[in-house]
C-alpha cells in the first residue's frame, strides 16, 4: 500500500524528464515576444525576455539531458507530472514579469497562473499603461495555456504510445477525435490554429487595430479574458466588437471533439449534443431574466436592447468562463440587484464544454447530473424489475453508467468543498459575502470576472488561494488532489 502512494526513483527520473522538455518549450515560447518589443521599439523589455528564456533553457536543457524516460509513465505518474508541470511553468513564465521591475515575483507568478490557467485576474493596477511586449506575453500565456501545456509537449515531443495516452488522460481530457491520440492532439492543433485565424479576422473586421485583434483573439479564444484596458472590452464601446467576442468565446468553449464533427460537414450534431442544449439553454433563460431586471430598474436606462446588449456579453462571458467585461464592480453589484450576479455566479460555477479551453464544472457533467435526477425519479415509479435506458447525445450516443453517475457527482461535491474552503478563508480578509462568493467562483472556475477583491494590493494569502485555486480548477481537482495525498505520505513516511 505504501508503493502505491510513492513514486519510484526511475517515475521520478521520468517525470523529471518531461518537465525538462516542457521548460525548453517555455524557452522557445519566451524568445517570442522580442519580435514585438522590436516592432514597437520596446529595448527596454529584451534582457528580461532573453534572461528569463536561457533560465528556462537551461534548466529544461539540463533536465531533459540528465533524465530519461526509464519506464512508461502509470497514470498515477502522468497526473503527478500534469499537477507539478503547471506550478514550474508559472514560476518560469512569472521570469519576464519579475525582471521587468514592474511586479514583486508574488505578483508575477500569479500573473503566470492567471495566463496560463486562462483565468484572466491581473496584478497589473493600470492596464492602459502596460507595454506592448508585456501584452503581448499576457495573451499569448493564455492562448498556451488554452491547448495546455502537457498538449504541446505531446504534440511536438516524440513519447511512446503509453506515455501519450496517460499524459492526454491526466490533463483532463478523456475523448479523442480519432483512434490515435497523437493524431487527435494534430487535428486539434489544427483547429486551434484555423479558429485563431478566424478570431482574428472577425476583430480587425469589428473595427480593432491588428495588435488589439491579436491580443483579444488569443484572449478570447483560450476563454481566458486577459484585457488591455482598465475597462477590458468596454474601453470600445463598440457593438460589433462585442458580438465578435461572443462568437469567439463560444467557439472557445465548445468541445472540440463537436468542432471536429461540424468542421467535417456533420453540423446537425451541433444542435443535438447535451453540451449545446445545456449552453444555450442556460444563456438564453439567464439573459432574458436578467434583461428584465436591467430594464426593469432602468440600469442602463429605458432602451431594453441596451439592456439586452449587457445583459447577453456577461453571460456568455461567464458560461465560457472567459471574463472579459462590459459592466464592472461596483455597479456590477450594485445595480445587477442581486439576482444578475447570483445568475452570473452559477453560470461561472457550471462553466464550459469538455475539451474546450474552458473551465468550471463543465456542461457535459452539469447535463448528465441533470439526467440523473430525471432518471431517479422515474426509477421511483417504473417496476422493480424494469431497466431504464440511460443514454445521452454527445458527438455520438454515449451510455451513462452508474460509475459514471457517481465520478461526476464526486467531482461537484469535491469541487463545492473546495469553494467552501476558500470562500471561508478569503471570508477572514473581506466582510462582502457577495462579492467573495463571486470572485471565489471566479477564480476557481478560471473565469477572472472581477468584483474588487483581487488587486495588487490583496493580502497575499488570499492571492495565494486564489494561486491554488486557478491552478486546481485547470486540472480539474484531481490530479492535484493525488499530488497532495503523495506529497503527505511521504512526509508521513520520512517522519516515521
Not at 4 to 11: A, G, N, P
Not at 110 to 132: H, K, P, Q, R
Not at 318 to 329: N, R, S, W
Request: aromatic fraction near 14%.
Amino acid at each position: 500500500m505504501q508503493r502505491v502512494h510513492r513514486l519510484s526513483r526511475r517515475e521520478i527520473k521520468t517525470i523529471l524528464h518531461y518537465i525538462g522538455g516542457a521548460s525548453l518549450l517555455l524557452a522557445v515560447a519566451m524568445l517570442i515576444p522580442l519580435i514585438v518589443a522590436f516592432i514597437y521599439n520596446e529595448p527596454r523589455y529584451v534582457v528580461p525576455f532573453v534572461v528569463s528564456a536561457l533560465i528556462s533553457g537551461i534548466l529544461g536543457l539540463v533536465l531533459f539531458k540528465a533524465f530519461k524516460t526509464e519506464i512508461e509513465m502509470s497514470l498515477k505518474s502522468a497526473m503527478i507530472f500534469s499537477t507539478v508541470i503547471w506550478l514550474i511553468a508559472c514560476a518560469l513564465g512569472a521570469l519576464p514579469y519579475y525582471f521587468s521591475g514592474e511586479l514583486s515575483y508574488l505578483n508575477a507568478y500569479f500573473e503566470a497562473m492567471s495566463g496560463f490557467t486562462t483565468t484572466g485576474f491581473s496584478m497589473y493596477a493600470n492596464l492602459d499603461i502596460v507595454s506592448y511586449t508585456i501584452n503581448f506575453w499576457r495573451a499569448f500565456t493564455q492562448w498556451i495555456g488554452g491547448l495546455g501545456i502537457i498538449f504541446l509537449l505531446l504534440v511536438l515531443l516524440r513519447s511512446t504510445g503509453v506515455d501519450v495516452m496517460r499524459l492526454y488522460l491526466a490533463e483532463g481530457r478523456e475523448e479523442r477525435l480519432r483512434p490515435s491520440i497523437k493524431h487527435s492532439t494534430r487535428i486539434i492543433v489544427y483547429i486551434y490554429l484555423f479558429f485563431t485565424a478566424i478570431a482574428i479576422s472577425l476583430f480587425v473586421m469589428a473595427g480593432m487595430t491588428l495588435f488589439d485583434s491579436i491580443f483579444h483573439a488569443f484572449t478570447a479564444l483560450s476563454t481566458g479574458g486577459f484585457g488591455m484596458h482598465n475597462t477590458s472590452l468596454l474601453f470600445y464601446n463598440n457593438v460589433w466588437i462585442e458580438i465578435a467576442a461572443m462568437i469567439v468565446m463560444m467557439i472557445g468553449a465548445t468541445n472540440f471533439a463537436l468542432h471536429y464533427t461540424v468542421l467535417k460537414g456533420n453540423w446537425k450534431e451541433y444542435f443535438k449534443d447535451i453540451e449545446t442544449k445545456v449552453a444555450y439553454s442556460l444563456i438564453i433563460i439567464s439573459t432574458i431574466l436578467v434583461t428584465l431586471v436591467l430594464y426593469q430598474n432602468h440600469v442602463y436606462g429605458n432602451d431594453i436592447l441596451l439592456n439586452f446588449r449587457y445583459a447577453l456579453f456577461q453571460m456568455v462571458s461567464a458560461i465560457t468562463t472567459t471574463g472579459l467585461q462590459t459592466a464592472f464592480y461596483p455597479d456590477l453589484l450594485a445595480k445587477w440587484i442581486g439576482l444578475g450576479t447570483f445568475l452570473l455566479t452559477i453560470l461561472m460555477i457550471i462553466g464550459a464544454g469538455s475539451l474546450s479551453t474552458g473551465g468550471g464544472i463543465k456542461w457535459l457533467r452539469f447535463g448528465i447530473l441533470l439526467k440523473g435526477i430525471s432518471w431517479q425519479v422515474k426509477s421511483f415509479i417504473l417496476p422493480g424489475k424494469a431497466v431504464m435506458a440511460k443514454k445521452i447525445h454527445h458527438v455520438t450516443e454515449l451510455k451513462i453508467t452508474d460509475d459514471v453517475l457517481r465520478i461526476t457527482g464526486a467531482f461537484v461535491f469535491t469541487y463545492f468543498v473546495i469553494y467552501i474552503i476558500s470562500v471561508v478563508i478569503v471570508l477572514i480578509y473581506y466582510s462582502d459575502i457577495s462579492r467573495v462568493i463571486f470572485e471565489v467562483a471566479s477564480g476557481l472556475s478560471n473565469v477572472g470576472l472581477g468584483s474588487g477583491i483581487i488587486v495588487p494590493s490583496s493580502p497575499d494569502l488570499v492571492k495565494i488561494v486564489f494561486i491554488v485555486d486557478m491552478w486546481m480548477g485547470r486540472l480539474e481537482i484531481w490530479p492535484v488532489l493525488l499530488f497532495i495525498t503523495i506529497l503527505i505520505n511521504n512526509i508521513t513516511q520520512r517522519k516515521r
